[in-house]
């Protein structure tokens, strides 16, 4: 009983402790304190408008220049502003080179042009009405899992996992 008392405090200690990322956007002093207790931490997206250092990935991966050295630096909150931003934009081609590409059988799109045609035929509906003007929290479960959910609502959650080449991406259905 003793030792699972132990691994359970260092557990928890590990789980909620704080740990220094790189936030693309400052947080409040409100959205600080919500943050200090667990190591999820709070953004606000802006319709429209990516941070500055994910403006650079973005021109990136529109240009078909998917360099999986820089992939490796972003965390799971910039891969879903860059997936968001591109479901603004309708660019269609860059949400798909978000995506895992590893398992071929989990994939519902055999092609990149299946993938538009659905998207297109989807333009109407915004999937993402829930994450707009809400406190987004990125939520990372372990090494290769992750979910990006609002504060208020956390029954909506976009979900992350890693590639083989250790890249944060987008699984094939992320809205849950």
């Given at each position: 009983m ?58 990136m991966?529109k ?30 081609e ?52 992750a979910?990006?959910t ?27």
């Amino acid at each position: 009983m003793a030792i699972s008392a132990v691994v359970g405090y260092f557990l928890t200690a590990f789980l909620f402790s704080e740990k220094e990322q790189t936030s693309p956007i400052s947080m409040t002093e409100n959205e600080e304190s919500v943050s200090s207790f667990n190591t999820n931490e709070i953004f606000i997206y802006e319709k429209n408008n990516l941070p500055e250092h994910l403006e650079t990935v973005y021109a990136m991966l529109k240009n078909g220049e998917f360099n999986q050295g820089n992939m490796k630096e972003l965390t799971p909150i910039n891969v879903f502003f860059l997936f968001l931003y591109a479901e603004e934009q309708a660019d269609y081609e860059v949400q798909y080179a978000l995506f895992n590409h590893d398992r071929i059988e989990e994939r519902p799109y055999a092609s990149y042009e299946e993938y538009e045609q659905a998207s297109v035929e989807d333009q109407h509906i915004n999937p993402f009405e829930a994450f707009e003007n809400q406190q987004i929290m990125q939520v990372i479960m372990d090494e290769s899992s992750a979910y990006i959910t609002t504060v208020e609502n956390q029954n909506v959650s976009f979900w992350l996992n890693k590639s083989a080449e250790e890249i944060w991406t987008a699984n094939w259905l992320p809205l849950q």
